[in-house]
Every structure is written in structure tokens, then in C-alpha cells.
């Protein structure tokens, strides 16, 4: 099937050129989550502090903070695999799941409850990193180039087939 229409002007010869892959997509979506998660939980630390005084915004940052622990470990296993074995990374984040639920059920059971945790505001702060990383992630995921297809190059001279 054949077009009448005009090439026009082809990507990559311009001012702009054309983009490649995201490069370390899993650190970016680290850096970004991180700071989502952060600046929600600061701003849920002060409510906290408000209302119920310092042990209250010390409980919602722990609980914060335990979270954003559970999904960095996540992303930084996804970077030093995807380096090497991108479709593997997904493989690797379904095993360290299992890991880090038992790891991080072990030792809150082993530890258990300081006597200075205030428990609601350790679960609103939970809750509150973990909606801001998942949708700082989301945004991320939705910017990031990834490249699908390992395009051939074109012959000296010819148009791509």
C-alpha cells in the first residue's frame, strides 16, 4: 500500500530531534515518589502535631516513613536488575514482595508498638505516603519513555523498511 502524500519533514533532522528511552527510569521514579511522599507527610506531620502534640506527628512520620521504605526497596531492586535484565525486574519485584511483607511483619511483630505511638496517626501517615507515592509513581510511570520495539537501523541513503 502506497500514500501520495508528502514525507514532510523527518524526525531527528530538526532543532528538536528525536528522544530516546527514559534513562534509570526506576531512580527518577525513586527521586519523585520519595519527594511526593515526603512533602505529604510533613504536611500530615504538623496536622498531627496540632492535634495530638509531638508523639503524634513523630507516630505519622514513623508510619510514613516505613512505608516509603517498603516501595524504595522496590524501586532500587527494579534499577540494579532492569540495568541488566529489564524483563526480569518484574520478576524480581513479585519476589521481593514476599520478602518484604514477611521482613516487615517479622520485625513490627519482633519490635512491636513503642509505648510513645500514637496508633491513628501511624496509620494516616501510612496512608497518606503511600497515596501520594502511588500517584507520584503513576505520573512517572505515564512520562517515561520506555522504548518498546529495538527499531532497525535504515540503510545509508534508504528509507526504513
Not at 491513628?120 to 517515561?144: H, N, P, Y
Request: charged share 10%; proline share 4%; net charge neutral.
Amino acid at each position: 500500500m502506497s500514500s501520495d502524500a508528502e514525507s514532510g519533514h523527518t524526525s531527528g533532522t530538526g532543532s528538536v530531534g528525536a528522544s530516546g528511552p527514559t534513562k534509570s527510569l526506576w531512580l527518577g521514579l525513586l527521586a519523585v515518589s520519595s519527594a511526593a511522599a515526603a512533602g505529604a507527610l510533613l504536611v500530615t506531620a504538623v496536622i498531627a502535631y496540632v492535634f495530638n502534640g509531638g508523639f503524634g506527628a513523630l507516630s505519622s512520620l514513623f508510619g510514613g516513613a516505613v512505608v516509603m521504605a517498603f516501595f524504595a526497596i522496590s524501586l532500587a531492586i527494579g534499577h540494579f536488575v532492569g540495568r541488566n535484565n529489564p524483563s526480569g525486574a518484574i520478576g524480581m519485584f513479585v519476589a521481593t514482595y514476599f520478602v518484604k511483607v514477611v521482613g516487615f511483619a517479622v520485625v513490627l511483630f519482633v519490635i512491636g508498638a513503642p509505648a510513645w505511638l500514637h496508633a491513628r496517626w501511624f496509620l494516616i501517615g501510612a496512608v497518606v505516603s503511600v497515596v501520594a507515592w502511588q500517584a507520584a509513581e503513576i505520573i512517572g510511570f505515564a512520562k517515561a519513555r520506555l522504548q518498546i520495539y529495538n527499531d532497525p537501523e535504515s540503510p545509508e541513503g534508504g528509507p526504513r523498511v
